[in-house]
């Protein structure tokens, strides 16, 4: 039997990366910005809890485990941690050559990499994604995976209770802690519940969508986070860009989200090296800021997806810098 995708799913993903690259975008220019940085915190308190969930949904065989232990972490090996090693060493360069240029411009220690300190910083998520994908391995099964994901919740909520100078720039303790349970819920939702029935609550869905609005009213006021409140505001947001892209999904206009869905790891892993020179290209014939956002945005999506077209048609390329056979 042919294996089926959920294009759902994939439509969530589509719009996950578009919030990924335009917050990548924003944040070395939204300084003094009112507007752009409670936009930035807005999109921040879910992008990346929507994308642990879709991943934790995803890789539900982590739990139910059809081929042996071995083989699953050779395939986490080779889809997570190859290109998060070859990326570092295409990366390093750029960041030390063109440091006003990159996002996190601190001094690099090579002992961080190990640590999940990537020259790319932002792919601790690979980091991440490949110990809770271990741990899973050995630890969860589908009798324990409702009450582990009860207490990495726990975990999720209190996660900002931790000093956030517990580790580097690019990847704390804290942040990486409260991606977890919404990995651990993604896989729960896949192992234990019917995904379209699930998100598909009109009920749920306008609750939903008043806290994450209420939420984002209280952030321009305040100007700041309200840590006890975020994982649910996240919890929330997740399910309105769920219920979003299952509409989505049902109508004539899926086929470019499931398209940017399906190319997400792969744009996520070239658009980083795009927007550093952008942010040297850009800014000498662009002057207006939310110009500058839109265009730069769009443009290292477009491009992304041509340098993939090119990187898939080879192998060993696709290999080294995709984790893809």
């Known amino acids: 039997m042919a294996k089926t995708r959920n294009d759902s799913i994939d439509v969530a993903k589509g719009l996950g990366i578009i919030l990924v690259v335009i917050g990548h975008v924003m944040s070395p220019v939204m300084s003094g910005n009112s507007i752009l940085e409670w936009l930035y915190s807005v999109i921040y308190t879910f992008h990346m809890p929507l994308f642990f969930f879709v991943s934790g949904y995803v ?24 290109p998060y090693c070859v990326w570092a060493v295409i990366y390093l360069p750029m960041k030390i050559i063109m440091a006003e240029h990159v996002r996190f411009s601190d001094e690099y220690k090579w002992y961080s990499f190990f640590l999940g300190n990537n020259p790319d910083g932002q792919l601790w998520f690979l980091y991440v994604l490949f110990v809770i994908s271990i741990f899973m391995i050995f630890f969860v099964t589908s009798k324990n995976i409702s009450a582990l994901t009860i207490l990495f919740m726990i975990g999720s909520i209190l996660a900002p209770l931790i000093p956030f100078s517990i580790g580097f ?28 029935k699930v998100t598909t609550n009109i009920t749920a869905f306008i609750i939903s969508a008043v806290v994450l609005v209420s939420y984002s009213v209280v952030l321009w006021i305040r100007k700041e986070e309200v840590w006890f409140l975020q994982a649910m505001v996240a919890l929330c947001a997740i399910y309105v860009c769920l ?29 980083g090296p795009l927007l550093v020179i952008g942010r040297i290209l850009l800014p000498v014939i662009i002057h207006n800021t939310y110009v500058y956002l839109l265009v730069l945005s769009l443009i290292s999506i477009v491009i992304s997806l041509v340098i993939s077209f090119v990187i898939n048609k080879i192998k060993i390329a696709r290999l080294l810098l995709f984790g893809s056979k």
């Open 59 to 82: 890789a539900k065989k982590l739990v139910t485990k059809p081929v042996a232990k071995t083989e699953l972490i050779k395939q986490r090996l080779l889809r997570l941690m190859v």
């Open 169 to 196: 720039t690019s990847i704390t303790l804290t942040f990486s802690l409260y991606q977890v349970g919404f990995f651990f819920l993604g896989t729960l939702t896949a192992v234990k519940f019917d995904y379209n």
């Open 243 to 271: 219920f979003v892209s299952a509409l989505i999904a049902k109508t004539k206009v899926k086929a470019p989200f499931i398209y940017l869905g399906k190319k997400s790891m792969e744009i996520y892993l070239l658009h």
